[in-house]
């Protein structure tokens, strides 16, 4: 790991996004460049990018890392350039979606997230909010693009679920929200225990 192999990253990613023009993003999925190993990249479980021990501090560098991220179908994440692929860690998901706002009411309802690095998600049928549980703790997440999701931050999470509201499918009652027509279930209601409602 060197500095020079931070640099070539760097340039990279600039050449990448200045070819994709400023209101796109790079077209990471068409390239398929040769693996250039690890160089120590990773990205911590409150979203925080690191080369080696040091993290990386420069918002704007952050940005243009995130715009070449790819995880490809090994589930592992690369920052990928039309001629190099660099393997990062990633403790938990890539992104946090650190704001959200709301549009409408009900079934027409409309839930739009922005990312710690600047992506603008608005949850529905392409873009799924879902749910993973360790044990009785759920974490939320929102699907971002490509293979790309991002952890619901907690303050955000409360919020979400002050909109939560209960609708039948199949005959069970689902505690969970509406955005864009999609109805994304957090729970079974008669799996919430006597104190829910």
């Known amino acids: 790991m060197t500095e020079n192999s931070l640099q070539n990253v760097i340039k990279g990613a600039e050449k990448a996004s200045n070819s994709a023009g400023a209101e796109s993003l790079p077209p990471v999925d068409d390239w398929n460049p040769p693996y250039c190993g690890d160089i120590g990249m990773r990205i911590t479980r409150d979203g925080t990018w690191f080369y080696g021990d040091s993290a990386i501090g420069r918002e704007k560098l952050v940005r243009l890392f995130s715009t070449i991220l790819r995880r490809d179908e090994d589930e592992c994440y690369y920052l990928v350039t039309p001629v190099e692929k660099i393997l990062v860690t990633v ?28 992506d603008v998600c608005a949850a529905g049928q392409d ?35 002050d909109l939560a509201v209960t609708h039948q499918q199949d005959g069970v009652d689902y505690l969970g929200v509406w955005s864009d027509g999609v109805f994304f279930s957090l729970s079974r209601v008669d799996k919430l225990g006597p104190d829910y409602g």
């Open 91 to 118: 403790e938990d998901a890539p992104f946090i979606a650190t704001q959200m706002d709301v549009t409408g009411d009900g079934e027409t309802q409309k839930i739009t997230f922005i990312t710690n690095v600047g």
């Open 127 to 161: 873009l799924p909010i879902y749910f993973e549980f360790e044990g009785e703790q759920p974490s939320p997440y929102v699907h971002v693009r490509g293979r790309l999701r991002a952890k619901i931050a907690r303050p955000v999470f409360y919020r979400l679920v």
